[in-house]
């Protein structure tokens, strides 16, 4: 059986973009885990949205940091500064809040940490032992959340921050 040369190129051509359409759109990737998690929360901006997309108004005080900045609102804390991967760009990267207004994957300030964690683990969430506070849950490496229990084994604050978006799969 001969294959023509035309039908090769479409055959391979057409793999090509299912593989790079499964690599940005699948949960496992980077961009898919942060897709994920804006899909499942509340907090006013999605994670990893670009300064240069970043409305906010007069509600938020800005905060001076090294390296990039902070927006602050009444239990709530943004965190926005450059990827090491994406060379300089600004990024929302990160939030830390203490108000039972947001929600992430179902839980929230005040619900049961033992349930937030089965939450996280049903969305493939794993505990990050490496990583430098207890309680803390990552997936593929692009966020960790980090969920603090009082003593009555209720949530008082919970932490997320992208890692790394890896858009030119720069290594360090």
């Not at 905060?63 to 929302?92: C, Q, T």
């Not at 990267?93 to 994957?105: C, E, N, R």
């Not at 966020?143 to 604050?157: A, P, Q």
């Amino acid at each position: 059986m001969k294959v023509n040369r035309k039908t090769l190129i479409v055959s391979f051509v057409a793999v090509f973009f299912i593989l790079l359409c499964c690599y940005f759109y699948l949960p496992w990737s980077k961009t898919g885990v942060i897709r994920e998690f804006n899909k499942n929360t509340n907090l006013p901006f999605p994670l990893a949205i670009s300064e240069n997309n970043l409305e906010y108004g007069n509600e938020y005080q800005y905060v001076y940091g090294m390296g990039g900045y902070g927006l602050r609102k009444e239990g709530l804390f943004i965190s926005v500064a450059g990827w090491p991967d994406d060379l300089g760009d600004n990024h929302l990267i990160g939030y830390s809040w203490t108000s039972a207004d947001y929600s992430i994957f179902g839980f929230s300030i005040g619900d049961d940490y033992d349930n937030a964690v089965s939450l996280l683990k049903r969305y493939g969430y794993r505990l990050n032992e490496a990583g430098k506070f207890p309680n803390a849950y990552a997936k593929n490496n692009a966020i960790v959340i980090w969920v603090s229990e009082s003593i009555d084994n209720s949530i008082k604050e919970i932490r997320v921050r992208a890692v790394s978006t890896n858009k030119r799969n720069v290594v360090f």
